[in-house]
């Protein structure tokens, strides 16, 4: 049986994250995907193996949600079918240290009220960590979150995002008539 591997680093503050109280997240990780997780605390460097090349590309996606701010349990999400990660580099809109601290308002908010609120109209979690902003939920949410938060990014006026994500999510729920997509 063909052997796969694949090595990525994350922050080393994540690394903990990535472990667990007693190596809990890791065994459980490992156990969900079957496969094996080397981690080199020091550096934050991750050595990933397994017989499935779809189970370590998994495993790489959920390790990457963490080291992007996630904690265990919603970066596990992407592990069920139809959940997706993706992020947004914040560096990509600013031009300054300080333009990317702003935007990073922005997107956050006053208390974390426009992140809360592009997390409940979208159904989607959204971690601002670093230079980037993590988005985890249902690929069709995910597309509706990232869309607003560019929108933010580039400068749109909080009112107007969440206008759209208002309409955008009646536009999504009226393609569901109890809990079952309409094709």
């Known amino acids: 049986m063909a052997q796969y591997s694949n090595e990525l680093r994350i922050p080393k503050e994540r690394v903990?994250?990535?472990?667990?109280?007693?190596?809990?997240?890791?065994?459980?990780l490992e156990d969900l995907t079957?496969?094996?997780?080397?981690?080199?605390?020091?550096?934050g460097d991750i050595f990933l193996s397994g017989n499935d090349a779809l189970s370590v590309f998994d495993v790489v996606v959920v390790?990457?949600?963490?080291?992007?701010?996630?904690?265990s349990d919603i970066a596990f999400l992407v592990l069920k079918q139809d959940?997706?990660?993706?992020?947004?580099?914040?560096?990509?809109?600013a031009k300054t240290k300080n333009d990317s601290i702003r935007l990073k308002g922005r997107v956050i908010g006053s208390e974390g009220k426009s992140r809360n609120t592009i997390e409940e109209l979208t159904e989607t979690n959204i971690s601002v960590y670093g230079k980037t902003i993590g988005i985890i939920g249902l690929q069709e949410n995910v597309?509706?979150?990232?869309?607003?938060?560019?929108?933010?990014?580039?400068?749109?006026?909080h009112s107007n995002v969440f206008r759209f994500l208002e309409k955008n999510r009646r536009v999504i729920q009226s393609k569901y008539v109890l809990g079952k997509r309409i094709k």
């Not at 903990?16 to 459980?28: C, D, H, R």
């Open 16 to 28: 903990a994250i990535l472990i667990g109280k007693k190596g809990e997240t890791k065994k459980e």
């Open 34 to 43: 079957k496969t094996k997780i080397i981690i080199d605390s020091k550096e």
């Open 63 to 71: 390790i990457k949600a963490i080291g992007r701010g996630f904690n």
């Open 83 to 93: 959940y997706i990660f993706e992020f947004i580099n914040t560096n990509d809109f």
């Open 143 to 157: 597309a509706s979150a990232r869309k607003a938060i560019e929108s933010l990014l580039s400068g749109s006026p």
